[in-house]
Nanobody, 123 residues
Framework: QVQLVESGGGLVQAGGSLRLSCAAS????????MGWFRQAPGKEREFVGG????????YYVDSVKGRFTISRDNAKNTVYLQMNSLKPEDTAIYYC????????????????WGQGTQVTVSS
């Protein structure tokens, strides 16, 4: 069992930055690949990016490549999402997710979800 708690969301102007954190409970954090998803009002939850168990591998959806960076600290049971050059279209609730499979963007492959943190980007 893994419990995930996100933090770091808030209101930021376009062009600004935010860093989201996701703290995991339990001893098995390093056994899971991690991912970030987001859900804007009236839209389906979409994949943002993922990171491998060791942190050596990352991949992102095209709309955030070059602006967002995922990292993890297995000693602290925490995964991060650094978001730079934010745009109003990045406004959404951001969720972290623990996955048994690394290279997948499917919600169906998520084993555990966090509760989400709101990110609002004003123009």
């Amino acid at each position: 069992q893994v419990q995930l708690v996100e933090s770091g969301g808030g209101l930021v102007q376009a062009g600004g930055s935010l860093r989201l954190s996701c703290a995991a409970s339990g001893r098995t954090f390093s056994a899971y690949a991690m991912g970030w998803f987001r859900q804007a009002p009236g839209k389906e939850r979409e994949f943002v990016g993922g990171i491998s168990r060791s942190g050596a591998g990352t991949y992102y959806v095209d709309s955030v490549k070059g602006r967002f960076t995922i990292s993890r600290d297995n000693a602290k049971n925490t995964v991060y999402l650094q978001m730079n050059s934010l745009k109003p279209e990045d406004t959404a609730i951001y969720y972290c997710a623990a996955k048994s499979t690394y290279y997948t963007d499917s919600r169906a492959d998520v084993n555990y979800w966090g509760q989400g943190t709101q990110v609002t980007v004003s123009s």
